[in-house]
């Protein structure tokens, strides 16, 4: 997990509980029907929203997001690079042994298709494809947590009601209005935190990754045209340069120098 | 209906109604004037906002959203690719009798098109113009529940204001207070409910069908394109995999070997 | 004017009224500043935001968009595709006559360019730049409203505030509280049902018929270039049919046969 | 000024101090701190949000948004019309004088360029660039004004939350409650009001100018790409004339004729 | 740093504090567990949202946008048509020597392409390529400090929920009630502060800011263009200028003049 995660959420909840402890003690905000109103309303209201096979497929794509490591662009230009090289040398066909080690199944696919010698017009076409649904398939895995953002805080406010209506429903000892509403109130904190230290920044993470694995998709398509045309490894070099941030480019120089 | 909506329906309600018995009893969460605000309100608004026929048009739509079942990509890939060997082996002509008993109307009437040798251009014209009407049906679907979960809050507060009202102004007996105003929220909690557990949640899923839906057509497109230009079978089915994910494509190659 | 909207407004209006006789009475809710500060503010709001000619020009689209009866897009290609057979028959010239006792002007216009031989692009060019003039004066028409359903809340609750702090300033006979406070949030109710009851609504329907009429000059264009490239009267229907729906089809289908 | 805008801030003003007066008076609702921190507030954010050039420039874009006529479409055509006119009968180069003597100095340059003899694909070129640059100045000045409809109400709330804080904190005298509560609230209403009647209308109004005023630009592109192609004038005016309203139309072939 | 963002920030928080002192005492308004949880809250979300590295980097973004003057269109206009000048009268080779004093990059690798001779088309390609990453990374810096616009109010919120409950579950004696529902509401205000004195701002100041640098960039890719093609110097100068306003052509003009 990369260590910002575990900064962001020890120093949010750290912070809340810290905050928490000044005026009163954490069992005062420990209410169990408020965790189930909370938690139970907002998985009932995204199950609705979306297919079964989607809600439980996030936890594999928060999984990812969270513990592997992004691949580095500079690795995959250097990879794609050393293949224009040997392609230019030994013929494209010298490719096939090599593509069978790549993890990554996208450029591995892409490199056999060159090597099949298919033509690039269809290659490109069959990749662009691919990358828009690894796009749409990112996008609902966002999205997912995008709702769950929405919908924590109304089941928070939700309970919130409930918890005012049953007080002053039944307002007879005074002295009880202060505690009802103190418990009243918790769904709604409840709610808030869950959307605003879970739910919406897991939904940013997610963009963001999903941005930086499209680019790195980008890059293998640009790369695998490039192989397939025999361009000069150079300047294909130089094409997929121009994808990342100057100071990575030179980062990635010095190490290889 | 799909499992992950009734599991959504019932958790949902039921730890509404969990938090609802936790401090009071649920007579005191009915109250019938809050109905009508709310629903009559909200059906009101929504019916001058959109045609009574859209409006109607809705409950099948919601209907064909939770009750059928997704048709799966890659059993139209298989029609597709099936398709395309009989064409290239006996001719177009003799897809006519198979398109027949096809139950997919797009997809017959595609098929049909290319049957009667009419050319690609046009084909893929009168397809690509039905798949828009198809999406502008579908987001005017969606749009109305959208629709229906802004302003079923608005009435939710319209009817918690005039319940304010209505006690603020005779207020003579103090120990009716806490009850009026029990009675006012109840309308509040009504429009917050209806719109994150009913309409929201509803129009989510059809979005999310809907764009299942219009990837398949334009998988059909694809397909009849290949079909028609006599493309290799083999190179059609690779062209048309890129459209789904690739656990999707291992789950369909394990079952048809 | 079509019957949703008449049921829409009865409803809607109906039953927040009945929901303020369960519990007090309308003169309680009828208080002429709030009428005032409400209207006359949204009013001067949308005349600043918006020129005097646009904010007048609404009252004839919303009469429009209520009274008139949308042309049925199955009327539409009837006609589209009784010229094209005239025309393959007897020459395109031999529409001018008929092209005269046309209502829709963009559809006569459009076959006059035809009649008078103008090029064909020269004549998509025209009635696309036409469309989308149309588009634009549908878009600000519906904008008014959405403006207006912004500012009627806004200045619902300015007045509020404004008798808050009346009754707060003044705060001398606690007795005066309760109706005072009452007499603020009808403000807030006001500006909360026009906007929900009213603008928006209207506003969402004024954006479904545009997207209706600019369907069917799409179908006038299609149709145009068809009958002037003399295309085959069989194969434009088939065009103009993609964008109609298949049910519509079929009734129509069903009363032409 | 255009007579709507006069109306429209007379009447908002104006039905809000009617609303003052029903149960106050204009004093209770003139308080400088709350001035200072809404006003001081929004002008702040908003000079850290853009650059100082930029927000001394909203005052002239204002200004001519609200003192200048809007030129006429019609006015242009019938310019363009007559210089396309000219230049069939006495040639392109005797547009020079004429050019001179135009106010509009993105028609002046065009026309230049066209009679300089310069490439219609490099006289398009530079137009639509210039076109862009004025787009994105405009978008900028209602950027400004949307910006501050949204500090307004920010500050609105600061300010109204530090005289809570500050009652709350020193509350030794009961009395004091109201009259305290009071000029607290009155920090909002002034965000909402200055929001809802100034920068939001005036944001609206600046976006509604320059979607006019860049009509008229694509107009005078259109123009000139006809002029020095040496279309016939008559089906210039054909192509002009389709980016006006028929109304618009009518009104102008009456006045000429 | 640019004069507006000292007077903004000056302003915006000066009048804060002036509203302060009209009714209490700084002392009241600071309170380190308000601090914490909103400080703590919002950095914490931010870092689970966002890289670790790309939080760190803002700083230096910020750092320029406000630091760094922006360069002036007008002298990379006149750079551009100097270049073209030589490359005219001396060859592009000649432009190898001074390309090396340019201080910007991106220029510098451009003119670096073409006096390689690289072909017009591949050196677009490069440089788009890079403009649009220049773009994705300042989308991303100004998106981190939109997160920490929404995630601060949203902890201020929190913060004050904590404290209301600790309040009322404890509600013994009454005087205290006060007191703490202030610092409970402290926490709101630092939140609604920080987002519209801080963070909204600045994410403005950092779009306005990209805006205005990719413009430069365009300037520098039609520039190389027209340096490559041979254009006429007054030829490229015409193109570059309609990039710019009409009010800074005219300032440059006379400052060469």
Redesign the interface.
Known sequence: M????I??????????I???L???NLL??WNV??V??V???T??????????A??LGTIKVVKNAFLHKEESPNGIIQTLVGFAETARREGILSLEQQAQSLED?FLKTGIGLAVDGTEPE?IK???T??LD?IE??HR?GAGIFD?MG??AP??G???T???????????DDPSTI??????A?????YG??L???VF???A??LK?RS?GELLLKQLCIEGIMAIQSGDNPR?AE??LK?????SERKTETESTE
Chains 1, 2, 3, 4, 5 share one sequence.
């Open positions: 990369d260590i910002a995660t900064i962001g959420f020890v120093a949010g909840i750290g912070f809340v810290f905050g928490i000044q005026g009163g005062t905000f029907p408020s189930l109103i938690g139970g309303g998985i009932g209201a995204t199950l609705i929203n979306y297919p079964l989607e809600v199944d269809y076409d069959i990749m494809t691919e649904y749409e398939r609902v709702s929405l919908y109304a089941f406010m939700i309970g009601l409930i918890g005012l209506i049953n007080m002053l429903a039944t307002m202060g505690p009802s509403m103190a418990v109130l918790i769904t709604t904190m808030a935190a959307a605003n230290l919406l920044p897991i940013g993470k963001h941005a300047i130089g094409k121009a994808f990342i941030s100057p």
